[in-house]
């Protein structure tokens, strides 16, 4: 995500946080949107608000696409008996009941949990994590000795699993970057 971010500075965005959108109106131009103490104006709005998608849907008067926020929990651990783990696959246990990836020299592991969520600040269920964690030592030969970091997110959905990308069919210049889902960023 930092590099996501500092590719859009470097081309000239300014990333605004702690300004939450409250208020979004039609003008004659397009879109008047009040975030925080500014007010900013766009012939185009995209909407890629994450698990406040429908929320900002409804500022707008638009409909919302039905968005359902999944918790994602993440564990970061030494390398297993400190192997070099930079070129190892992903790898998942059956019926993908856990899942595990390198980075940057450590394991992440995740529970593969789903769990539906109201949009907030997630954060990692600790027996959620231990679960999961408990799997994924049914399959491997180093057992879990630290964590050494978690964590979680939110990934959002749409009834049918789809990606919802583009215009608003009756408003085209509402444009939807939502339910991505497990796609990422």
Same mark, same amino acid.
């Given at each position: 995500l930092q590099g996501f971010a500092r590719t859009a500075r470097a081309g000239g965005a300014v990333i605004r946080t702690h300004a939450p959108v409250t208020a979004i109106n039609r003008t004659a131009q397009g879109w008047q949107v009040t975030a925080g103490t500014e007010m900013f104006e766009a012939r185009q709005l995209v909407n890629a608000a994450g698990a406040w998608a429908d /929320?900002? +849907? #409804? !500022? +707008? @008067?638009?409909?919302?696409? &039905? !968005? /359902?926020?999944? #918790?994602? @929990?993440? +564990? #970061? !651990?030494? +390398?297993? &008996?400190?192997?070099?783990? &930079?070129?190892w696959p992903m790898f998942m246990g059956p019926n993908e009941s856990w899942y595990a990836k390198p980075d940057a020299g450590k394991l992440l592991v995740s529970p593969a949990d789903a769990d539906p969520a109201e949009p907030h600040d997630a954060y990692a269920d600790d027996m959620v994590l231990a679960e999961g964690l408990a799997r994924y030592e049914e399959y491997v030969t180093t057992p879990v000795t630290r964590v050494e970091h978690n964590w979680a997110g939110l990934r959002s959905f749409v009834r049918d699993g789809a990606l919802v990308l583009g215009p608003e069919p009756d408003q085209p210049d509402f444009i939807w970057c939502a339910a991505q889902g497990g796609y990422g960023i």
């Open positions: /929320q900002v +849907a #409804r !500022l +707008a @008067s638009i409909k919302p696409i &039905g !968005l /359902q926020p999944k #918790r994602r @929990s993440m +564990a #970061r !651990l030494p +390398a297993p &008996g400190g192997h070099e783990v &930079g070129t």
